[in-house]
């Protein structure tokens, strides 16, 4: 299958840069190679590494790349999660089985309908991979809005990273070259809501804020209960799919709720001052 | 993305085998096996060589199969392309670019309607799959019906052989289990929670004592715009599909937020009392 024609240009949608892969404690440098070799072959070139355990820039990952790294450009580094999907606005967990969060769980195919529609939008995706051998853990699947889990036979269920991004890229490039593609399906893609999903910093903005407000206020008690506590919480917002008013709105209320009342008696409205 | 449960039967449509994946002269034994992997992770269990370079059985498949080849039983061996196919009734050929024989090209997804409905009219087809360095001859091209292709950028293109085996294994995965997948509605496919939605009294009820404490700390103001902007709220959180856990622990929030902080430093863990 192999084969490059060097005459033709980079084959992307104009403007839309595709979704960012994250690698997530990716640990042979290997992988990271043959994931970014996946990437290209669709025409994706957004690389964010978060702790590559064997380090950057890598030999190993250089030589399975097969060049890819040169259509690659620039690999993002990061120490934490939080910091490498913060430009996006809509951000999905590779999972190889349904966990306990209740979170949209979609297809790749369905997913990479989301993302031409949050693209159009003028927002920007991102997926997020685990290492190797475990997987994302429960914090880094609760930054995520949906997760993403490829249909496969339970009974042997092996599908490694690159195979996995080699799928999330080929429905992207079916997605964004419906012309150039026959396309059986037809369905339409998910409702986007008007103005895009809010980025990932600002809805991680509001979590801290309400986080620091319930620890003031006793509410995420006892701590050995508050991780489980606090990812129950993020999940539910983050099922929503929360718009950028969204976010604001939640955290008015959050310091609307925390000012002392204007009235002794609740529930009465307001008199006509708005001071 | 690894992981098998060995308790579910293996996840096949009743009474269709899947294509047929018929590597063509075959070099590496590793690339057999991983080939058969990708295959078994998505159902396929009819794996057919034509002059394997490296011969057949293969250590080093056996070893790249990691447990696939137990799924497929017997690896049929032949010394002609054409009498791999002979039992088909219909074959297409993978190639990497278009050649310049005049011959149906289609994608994975569209070759796997194509199956799907051949299968279902008592048929049965075949891919074949060229080496490594050279693919398919003309003369393999020409005992197939149609032209398989991945859309692939063109300036990068480097799927492997198991990759491409990946696609159309998921192509065929998501052709026969449609009803088990998801599908392109994208943000309604949230799964069912545990212990289903909360029941919408309780969800009203939330909604009732947020309101009626934004209502007193003045948040929802001035009156004109109190309509539209309990609409969004409620939407925001309906989005979400609550369970009666988390309506519970929002309205536990909404009832924190309002007391008065336990501590005048907020963010600082609390002390040990719970009161």
């Known amino acids: 299958m192999a084969g490059t024609d060097r005459t033709k240009h980079q084959d992307r949608v104009p403007g839309a840069p595709g979704p960012a892969v994250i690698l997530v404690a990716p640990q042979l440098g290997e992988n990271v190679g043959t994931a970014a070799r996946a990437m290209v072959n669709f025409g994706l070139t957004d690389l964010r590494l978060v702790r590559p355990r064997d380090g950057w820039p890598n030999a ?81 699947v609760t930054l995520a809005q949906a997760v993403l889990t490829v249909p496969v036979n339970q009974a042997f269920a092996s599908l490694n990273l690159a195979q996995a991004v080699v799928l999330v890229g080929y429905e992207y490039f079916q997605h964004t070259h419906n012309a150039q593609t026959d396309d059986d399906t037809g369905r339409g893609s998910a409702p986007m809501p008007q103005g895009g999903f809010a980025p990932a910093a600002e809805v991680l903005g509001f979590f801290e804020h309400l986080e620091s407000e319930l620890d003031a206020h006793n509410f995420l008690y006892p701590p050995e209960k508050r991780p489980a506590m606090v990812r129950n919480i993020r999940n539910l917002f983050q099922r929503a799919g929360l718009t950028l008013q969204e976010v604001r709105t939640l955290r008015g209320i959050v310091s609307a709720l925390v000012r002392p009342p204007r009235k002794q008696r609740r529930g009465l409205p307001p008199e006509g001052d708005s001071g």
Do not use: W
């Open 60 to 140: 190993y990952a250089l030589t399975a790349a097969s060049g890819a790294l040169e259509h690659i450009g620039r690999v993002r580094l990061y120490d934490r999660t939080e910091d490498a999907i913060a430009d996006l606005t809509r951000v999905y967990a590779t999972t190889a089985r349904r966990r306990d969060i209740v979170k949209p769980t979609v297809t790749p195919r369905a997913a990479m309908a989301e993302t031409q529609a949050v693209e159009a939008a003028g927002g920007r995706v991102g997926i997020l991979f685990g290492g190797e051998r475990s997987g994302l853990n429960n914090d880094d």
